[in-house]
């Protein structure tokens, strides 16, 4: 394909595009741009915003919006959203994402006997999501913060030090939760992007 070719297919794949980010996620994205030199530097923040617009999953949709409204390749954008283990790409998460740290603070303290807890409790293994799409279990490298292991995040908080009765009461209150703390995280890195930059 030559390149004015080439060009007519890309505008017409771009024209594909279901675009679903709200206004206020273009306008977060605009504020964004107005503070990076070039638009690849602002993948990382606008997947963020698409992760909250998309429910917490970065779909094929979600990536290729990035693409579009930062003209960029859906292909590096998604190489980017793949790298990096924070956008959850390859499997749809649930509302909440209870996310065990197994380093070694962690291991030593009992942090694979919390996971296996979990698991054992919500009926799931690592990578899977509750059958009533509430709750995915992921295990995790170094949460930074040692000094309360074993601990687990869910959104942008941390519990720890997590026992079997902290586990169960940490169940409890995210099955009665029907706010996504998956998109609040989301959320929270989007409105500090913005507010570190004003």
């Known amino acids: ?14 024209s594909e595009v279901k675009l679903n980010w709200s206004d206020e996620a273009i306008a977060e994205l605009e504020k964004l741009k107005s503070h990076y030199s070039n638009l690849k530097a602002c993948i990382l923040p606008a997947l963020w915003i698409s992760q909250r617009e998309y429910g ?5 949709d979600a990536i290729a919006e990035v693409a579009f409204r930062l003209k960029r390749s859906a292909a590096e954008v998604q190489g980017v959203a793949t790298f990096y283990s924070m956008y ?11 996310e065990i740290c197994t380093c070694l603070s962690c291991a030593v303290c009992g942090g694979y006997r919390v996971l296996d807890l979990f698991e054992k409790k919500l009926g799931i293994k690592v990578g899977e999501t509750t059958p009533d799409g509430q709750i995915t279990l992921h295990e995790v490298e170094c949460l930074n913060a040692c000094d309360r292991a074993p601990v687990v995040q869910v959104g942008d908080q941390y519990h720890g030090p997590v026992d079997e009765p902290y586990i169960d009461r940490l169940i409890a209150e995210l099955k009665a939760n029907d706010e996504s703390t998956v998109t609040q995280l989301a959320n929270s890195i989007v409105k500090a992007q913005i507010g570190n930059r004003e």
Do not use: F, S
């Open 56 to 60: 917490g999953t970065m779909t094929d």
């Open 1 to 14: 394909m030559q390149g004015p070719q080439l060009l007519g297919r890309l505008k017409m794949l771009m």
């Open 88 to 98: 959850n790409t390859g499997h749809k998460v649930g509302k909440h994402m209870i």
